[in-house]
């Protein structure tokens, strides 16, 4: 199980903590080219409940028990010796090497504290004194640490801040940042109306939608649940996904289900409370003879996962009864597990 290579060793014993039956824990990638690679097997890894979250090359794994962790923890370690340039890399964002209650590890959370920063610093301060000035908001103090200064003092104290705070936001973000315009954010007024709240962001959110140069019809990305710090998805919570546009018994579902997560404090786990979009068969399973055409017919139908069935599959124009069976079955399988 360990390696020669201290490193190696830091990032499974790391990996070992971290990952607990019911606990998410996040898996990023440096490229985006690795999703298509592992998708099928991320999201159908048995009991371990993962799905893609954020920028699209990060996965959200939620073990069920003993035997799911251990398939989770086989699944990192394949990927980190199958390219090491490209395969997994951080749990919950930080670097492999780095414990996360470490004063390296605590500053590493912050944007814009980078490793060598952070690591004069903790030459500096150990992690009660850290820990202190970081309550205490005693950003003059901190900016005296090596390799921190004034700017980096300040984030630091304001991202703690914000991860104290109990504000809440939605973020929908298209995968082409650079061609579809600023990411949707709106921040939440859990004592209003969260229904009113949400269908007024879907909207704004299928503006992200609109085809580009590059790829036309690509969808909007997915609205997720974030914190003041607006870095990463809450764990546990659900994301709103779409194509290019989000319908409307998504949206209230959705609302829904950030009522029981954020004001009942729920905790949900699981790709079928943490998922909520159409034709999810069409991303988890192999359909022969079904290409592109005919899954936005059957999106386009406006038939819920759970009415896949080969009567109602076969009322949609352009459906071949063979295609209607392949679905149906498939989408029977999926009910049963």
């Known amino acids: 199980m360990f390696g020669p290579e201290p490193e190696e060793n830091v990032f499974r014993l790391r990996l070992m903590k971290e990952v607990a039956p019911g606990m998410p824990v996040h898996f990023s ?13 991320a999201e159908t890894l048995p009991g371990a409940n993962g799905r893609y979250i954020g920028d699209a090359v990060t996965i959200e794994f939620v073990p069920e028990d003993s035997a799911a962790v251990e398939r989770v923890r086989e699944f990192v370690w394949r990927w980190e010796e199958y390219n090491e340039f490209t395969a997994v890399r951080k749990i919950n964002h930080l670097r492999r090497g780095v414990f996360p209650e470490s004063v390296q590890g605590i500053l590493e959370r912050v944007k814009g504290v980078d490793r060598r920063a952070a690591e004069k610093a903790a030459e500096a301060v150990d992690l009660n004194e850290l820990r202190e000035m ?4 005693d950003a003059k103090n901190l900016a005296r640490l090596p390799g921190i200064g004034e700017r980096r003092a300040g984030a630091i104290i304001e991202f703690y801040k914000n991860e104290r705070s109990g504000r809440r936001f939605l973020y929908a973000a298209n995968r082409n940042d650079r061609f579809r315009g600023k990411p949707v954010i709106t921040e939440l007024d859990l004592e209003g109306d969260l229904e009113e709240q949400v269908a007024e962001h879907a ?6 939608g609109d085809p580009d140069p590059l790829s036309p019809n690509e969808p909007p990305g997915h609205t997720t649940v974030r914190d003041a710090n607006l870095l990463h998805p809450l764990p546990m919570t659900p994301s709103l996904m779409g194509r290019s546009v989000y319908y409307p018994e998504q949206v209230a579902l959705f609302a829904k289900t950030l009522k029981r997560v954020l004001i009942d404090g729920e905790r949900l786990a699981g790709v079928g409370d943490l998922r909520i979009q159409r034709g999810k068969i069409f991303h988890t399973a192999r359909l022969p003879g079904v290409g592109t055409k005919t899954r936005n017919r059957v999106l386009a139908s406006g038939l819920l996962d759970d009415e896949y069935t080969y009567e109602n599959l076969l009322g949609i124009p352009g459906i071949t009864e063979a295609q209607a069976r392949a679905i149906a079955d498939v989408a029977r399988m999926k009910v049963r597990v």
Not at 29 to 41: A, E, G
């Open 203 to 208: 909207l704004r959110a299928q503006k992200l």
């Open 134 to 137: 970081i309550e205490a908001g």
């Open 29 to 41: 990638f440096y490229s985006p080219s690795v999703k298509v690679q592992v998708m099928p097997d």
